[in-house]
């Protein structure tokens, strides 16, 4: 296997030396930083993340902190989803688009305070955009990527591992709400969220120096439930439908394309960029949209490229993320079909990269 050639321009984190410990065997890049893919297997890995709790490192999720008066302001222009009742101590999932529509980013939005915000981006160049809309609009706020890294606990027991460390109060943090908690004497803000559907907490950790230590103490408090280095797992976010940006949606894709509508309050989302253009596509609804497909046969390669979907000799649309699922035994698979054959039960095939054609059915909802 060819190495990632370390760099300035590819950031290790205050995570890495305990990733390397564990024994990671594979990185990609994300936000200019690694990130970790496997560590055993992504089998093994998906069967451990369903049964008990992993630690990620997460820090490539990284932030944009907006803070200042017209912080409120600039992060509704950012979204078609309506901030307005939103409070500080939770966290909204928003759509990030530009001025056609079109998806920038998928991130969390962590409302600190009434001026001052971060937002928890998944994998583009978000900050250049948010200064520009910033400097465009002389607004009064301060737009940069803070020194915090997200280190994620994952996994149905992910509440005991945390109580253990953090006290039992963590266990009262609500889904999408966070609170802070101390940690050797420092303010963490801890968050019931992740990149899996098996339940857990993200702490944004503020500088490097505890990094290891709270690796390390997380590691400690869960030797007896088998806790492990892990990472975001292929084959759980497929069953889940947790889609990957830059994968399954780009900006050529608006929300509603990728089963975002219920996030773009495009009548009330006053002064989003892109309101304008989603207000066109609400009314008339999307032409193509994201969906759940099982693939027959044995397991499927690495979906590193569009796969064509096809009804006879016309493509009708395209599969971008699939794996093989131990479960449910079948290869599932998210995809992008046009309409005409989005409903669930149709039948169409797949050209995989070998030139060979599978049968696949479109399905309604996704595994899990």
């Not at 971008?320 to 169409?348: C, F, K, Q």
Request: with cysteine.
């Amino acid at each position: 296997m060819a190495m990632i050639a370390p760099s300035r321009r590819v950031r290790r984190t205050p995570f890495s030396d305990g990733v390397e410990a564990a024994g990671v065997k594979g990185y990609t890049v994300y936000n200019h930083m690694l990130l970790p893919t496997v560590f055993r297997s992504i089998e093994e890995d998906y069967r451990h993340l369903k049964t008990a709790v992993q630690v990620w490192d997460v820090a490539c999720e990284r932030q944009i902190e907006l803070r200042g008066p017209d912080a409120a302001r600039l992060m509704q222009m950012l979204t078609p989803r309506d901030l307005r009742g939103m409070l500080p101590g939770q966290c909204y999932y928003v759509p990030i688009v530009d001025e056609t529509g079109g998806m920038l980013n998928d991130p969390v939005a962590v409302k600190l305070a009434e001026d001052r915000w971060w937002i928890s981006i998944a994998d583009s160049d978000l900050l250049l955009w948010v200064k520009a809309i910033a400097h465009g609009w002389r607004l009064d706020v301060l737009v940069d990527e803070p020194d915090v890294s997200p280190l994620a606990v994952q996994g149905p027991l992910a509440d005991d591992l945390m109580a253990r460390v953090f006290g039992d109060g963590v266990r009262d943090v609500r889904f999408f709400r966070f609170g802070v908690f101390d940690f050797q004497g420092r303010s963490l803000v801890i968050a019931r969220s992740g990149y899996s559907k098996q339940g857990g907490f993200e702490i944004y950790v503020e500088g490097t120096d505890i990094g290891m230590p709270l690796w390390n103490a997380l590691m400690e408090a869960g030797r007896d439930l088998d806790v492990r280095a892990g990472c975001p797992n292929l084959v759980e976010r497929i069953e889940g439908g947790l889609l990957s940006y830059g994968n399954d949606m780009t900006r050529e894709n608006t929300p509603h394309e990728c089963g975002l509508g219920r996030f773009c309050n495009t009548q009330t989302a006053i002064g989003c960029v892109g309101r304008d253009a989603l207000l066109r596509v609400a009314m008339e609804g999307p032409v193509r949209q994201i969906r759940p497909i099982a693939i027959e046969g044995d397991a499927v390669p690495i979906c590193d490229q569009a796969w064509p979907l096809m009804d006879g000799l016309h493509q009708v649309g395209r599969i971008t993320s699939a794996a093989w699922s131990p479960d449910y035994e079948t290869n599932v698979a998210i995809g992008m079909v046009r309409m005409t054959h989005w409903n669930a039960g149709t039948e169409l095939d797949v050209v995989l990269p070998d030139g060979s054609i599978r049968p696949v059915t479109v399905y309604e909802s996704f595994w899990q």
